[in-house]
């Protein structure tokens, strides 16, 4: 069967035409899928009456101090399975695409072969990250049973990580040949070309921070390591976007800008200039799913200088697009790294070069896009 004759499908929790919906995967995915199918969105809000009993649920949980992750709770995903089922009757769709969504289909009977996404499972979650910390013992219950109905549900699963993948197998007993490890791609209106991207590092090292969640991003290591490289007499500058520290900042060489709004022109065009003229990411993360931010400073020939952590290794591969160090390093360890690929001209050009290379190879929406087409087109074709 041809890709244009292929109806495809796409239920999600949010509309795909939001650029904001899940870091803008939604929008990219859904994007690079039209390039070589026909689609048809399938996406639902809650009603009222489903909203207000999971707020009076989330009430309660905080009562006796505990959290709701009321969008995994069994009567959740009951109530949009069947909406989704109900929808598809009828529908002439080939391939049902599922972007991280297993309240759509964990107790549905869709019919049709279904493509799975997601960047983690819910089970690998549970005191990973602190929104999934401290959740009542039968809400995680239905939340990995509901998860994992979605994975076996599937036909085929797409993952961002190996580390996604490894409690796919391990957690769920999902069989490898089931799944296939495809990194997310850089969420930028414009990428730059190769003539854009600068040749060579500056004379003052500049490190840019970028990340809402000041804590679980590591926003003092990253601060302590501007602080440890300026000491020792290094020349360098930070620039901490997306969030303003807790503790007071007062160098002169640290810029800090609470917040971009990417999908404004003028302030898309800052960050994009701020990219430019940016030496390493400085990402300390504690908790990392994917990092679609290594793909972008990677776009600019930018290296990573991060963490060990969840997904980031496949995203983030030591001497290629920078340096994941391991999860109890310190300030001092960053600064090391930092100070050893910055003072060798050749080496860190070297390091920005393959940086570029690794983002023009597996890091961009379209090798994710090729990847589903083929994907597809073998499921449909068997």
């Known amino acids: 069967m041809n890709s244009e004759k292929i109806k495809v499908g796409i239920a999600g929790r949010w509309n795909p035409r939001d650029k904001n919906a899940w870091s803008g995967i939604y929008y990219s995915t859904c994007a690079e899928i039209e390039k070589y199918f026909d689609t048809e969105f399938f ?19 905080k009562l006796i101090r505990k959290k709701a992750a009321v969008e995994f709770l069994r009567g959740y995903g009951k109530y949009f399975s069947k909406q989704l089922e109900k929808e598809l009757r009828g529908k002439k769709i080939d391939l049902l695409f599922v972007p991280s969504a297993p309240q759509l289909v964990a107790y549905a009977d869709i019919g049709v072969p279904m493509v799975y996404l997601t960047d983690a499972t819910f089970f690998q979650l549970q005191g990973y990250y602190p929104l999934f910390s401290d959740i009542a013992r039968y809400n995680i219950e239905q939340g990995v049973a509901m998860d994992r109905l979605a994975f076996e549900k599937a036909t085929h699963v797409i993952l961002a990580s190996d580390w996604a993948k490894r409690s796919a197998v391990l957690d769920y007993g999902i069989p490898e040949t089931k799944i296939s490890v495809v990194p997310f791609g850089a969420n930028l209106d414009r ?16 490190l840019l921070f970028l990340g809402v969640e000041w804590e679980r991003k590591g926003g003092q290591i990253a601060l302590d390591t501007f602080y440890q490289l300026k000491r020792n007499g290094f020349p360098v500058q930070l620039t901490i976007i997306g969030c303003v520290p807790p503790v007071p900042v007062t160098d002169p060489d640290i810029e800090v800008i609470p917040f971009i709004n990417r999908h404004n022109n003028e302030e898309a065009g800052r960050l994009y200039q701020i990219f430019r003229q940016t030496d390493f990411l400085l990402l300390p ?55 050893e690929y910055f003072s060798d001209d050749a080496v860190y050009r ?26 597809a087109q073998r499921i449909i074709t068997k």
């Open 43 to 61: 996406f639902y809000k809650w009603p009222w009456h489903v909203r207000e009993r999971l707020i009076l649920h989330k009430q309660f949980q």
């Open 191 to 206: 990428i730059p070309t190769e003539t854009e991207i600068k040749k060579d590092k500056n004379e003052v090292c500049r």
């Open 285 to 339: 993360t504690r908790a990392e799913c994917a990092g679609i931010v290594f793909c972008e400073a990677s776009a600019f020939g930018v290296p990573s200088i991060t963490t060990d952590t969840g997904g980031v290794s496949t995203n983030v591969i030591n001497g290629v697009n920078g340096f994941a160090l391991a999860p109890e390093a310190g300030a001092e360890a960053y600064a090391q790294k930092i100070r």
């Open 350 to 375: 070297q390091l920005s070069k393959s940086s570029r290379r690794k983002f023009e190879e597996d890091l961009n929406w379209e090798h994710w896009g090729k990847q589903f087409q083929q994907i």
